[in-house]
């Protein structure tokens, strides 16, 4: 086995970005596999039986499941500069629930209506539930402070964005017209930062390749 930390990881996948982001700004070196969903690597069923990534093996066997908890342990050795303490606060824990609860739920039901059959509300009405449902809070809280850590950033940015950034692509027309100006200017500046750049490398699609640090 390695004897680096091992990342099964989808490069589009918006849990897997904010993964990466995390071990990339906490300064872990890692290896990482990149995965087809299509045709998940046994290695990874064995460790996941429930098959999503991102996952993290730790050179111990310890398996981490779940991106929430892979920042977490990214971050855990050192947070010189607070990325994880600054996530902890009651109005970014709110964010990242909002995130990954009806947001990405009417994210997906929007994105994807052909996989959510029998839904009483529209796709538009989906889209407009998760304007509500995250995109006008983190406009409320982006108003007062260029990111969610305060003056810099800190892991709830990078757990949100990616989500946000696949929200304005189904549609970037429509993105544009929306009210929505510090969210932009937030996303616009993320889009060019060298942590997104650095998690967005491209792997080789077969085995485990040593993921370039930041
Ligand atoms: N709660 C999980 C969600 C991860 C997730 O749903 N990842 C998607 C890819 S973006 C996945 O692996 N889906 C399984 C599949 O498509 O087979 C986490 O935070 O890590």
Same mark, same amino acid.
């Given at each position: 086995m390695s004897q680096l930390p091992l990342l099964y990881t989808f490069r589009r996948c918006p849990y897997a970005m904010r993964a990466r982001m995390a071990l990339l700004q906490a300064g872990r070196a890692f290896d990482a596999v990149e995965v087809s969903l299509r045709d998940k690597p046994a290695s990874l069923l064995v460790l996941? %039986?429930?098959? +999503?990534? %991102?996952v993290l093996q730790l050179p111990d066997g310890h398996v981490i499941e779940e991106s929430w908890d892979i920042m977490r342990w990214a971050f855990a050795e050192s947070d010189a500069q607070g990325w994880w303490a600054r996530a902890q606060s009651p109005d970014n824990l709110d964010l990242l629930q909002r995130n990954d609860g009806d947001f990405k739920r009417h994210l997906d039901r929007w994105k994807y %209506?052909?996989?959510?059959?029998?839904? +009483?509300? +529209?796709p538009d009405g989906h889209r407009d539930k998760a304007v509500d449902a995250l995109l006008r809070p983190l406009e409320a809280r982006l108003s007062s402070a260029p990111c969610l850590g305060g003056a810099t950033p800190c892991a709830t940015d990078v757990a949100v964005m990616p989500f946000v950034r696949q929200f304005a692509a189904v549609d970037p027309g429509w993105f544009a017209t929306l009210d929505l100006p510090s969210v932009r200017s937030w996303l616009d500046g993320w889009l060019v930062d060298p942590l997104f750049a650095a998690c967005m490398h491209k792997l080789p699609a077969e085995g485990a390749n040593r993921f370039p640090p930041l």
């Open positions: 996941s %039986p429930k098959a +999503t990534v %991102p %209506p052909q996989r959510y059959a029998g839904e +009483t509300l +529209t």
